[in-house]
């Protein structure tokens, strides 16, 4: 179907293009708009009923017998957008997961769940299982403390202060973890790190595990990669924000972190059991 603009003449057949009155039948240009009007009408019915048609194809193909939705097989995720290779929790679940989306950070699923103390069960709780973590607060061996001024994706363009950070890749140890980003993203060599616990991220979806870390007696170095067996596939990488390194003391740490200038609950989880450790008590 072929519709010109209103401005360009066009005639039509078996219309009689002579004036009418005011009390007669509609005037010629009240015709063609009339026709014009009918036609997209046509068309926008044919581009929904198509529409509708395909849709409704996609549907049979996806249903059962029932005619309701159906999953892919549980082995297979929905959307993939890579492999995830991290830990996985599956032990909770009364029936095997069912992978909606994974990618090599993260992988979301359906879990059939039977909360503690209740007799209800729920077939379709949202889990995200994800890599482990690690933060490090570090502290040098002139008693100061290394953090960052940065802003990431989810701050909302605000500036916070930061420790480091990252991702425990398959296979590695999270000390070593620790031990890697601390020299990564401060150039520094640490005597020793002490853990300070391993905390679940969120209790009701998972998350991954924090483990949170205090590092004593740091010092410069000049930085080389210090080389790891996940290297191949790993999965974390340097930051790209900009990050500005600040050196602060205890007391201007102790004020920061009461004021709420570590706008990343773990950072701030972090560096309140650093600071009821013994060894900055002491």
């Known amino acids: 179907v072929s519709i010109r603009s209103r401005n360009q003449p066009q005639s039509y057949p078996n219309i009689d293009s002579s004036p009418k009155s005011s009390g007669g039948s509609a005037s010629r240009p009240q015709k063609q708009q009339m026709l014009e009007t009918s036609a997209l009408t046509f068309l926008t019915g044919v581009l929904a009923g198509g529409f509708l048609v395909a849709l409704l194809f996609v549907l049979q193909k996806t249903s059962g017998s029932t005619g309701s939705l159906q999953l892919k097989a549980s082995s297979d995720c929905q959307i993939s957008l890579g492999k995830y290779r ?25 879990h059939e769940v039977k909360l503690p103390g209740s007799d209800s069960v729920i077939n379709d709780w949202l889990w995200v299982d994800y890599h482990d973590r690690v933060n490090v607060l570090s502290q040098t061996t002139t008693n100061e403390f290394l953090v960052f001024e940065q802003t990431k ?20 140890d999270p000390k070593e973890t ?17 853990f300070l616990g391993r905390y679940r991220t969120d209790v009701n979806r998972g998350v991954g595990w924090l483990n949170s870390f205090l590092a004593v007696g740091c010092e410069t170095h000049e930085h080389d ?13 340097a ?22 200038k570590f706008l990343e609950v773990q950072w701030t989880a972090t560096i309140g059991l650093a600071l009821q450790h013994a060894k900055l008590k002491n």
């Open 178 to 194: 620790a031990r890697r980003e601390v020299d990564e993203e401060l150039h520094q060599n640490c005597k020793d790190f002490i």
């Open 239 to 260: 930051d790209s924000e900009t990050q500005v390194v600040k050196r602060i003391s205890l007391k201007d740490l102790h004020e920061a972190y009461q004021a709420g």
């Open 153 to 172: 994706y989810a701050l909302e363009g605000r500036s916070s202060l930061a420790i480091v950070g990252g991702i425990v890749e398959p296979k590695e």
């Open 86 to 110: 991290g830990n996985e929790y599956t032990a909770g679940s009364l029936s095997t997961p069912k992978c909606l989306v994974d990618s090599k950070f993260m992988k979301v699923s359906l």
């Open 225 to 237: 990669k210090i080389a790891s067996a996940s290297d191949e596939g790993q999965v974390g990488a």
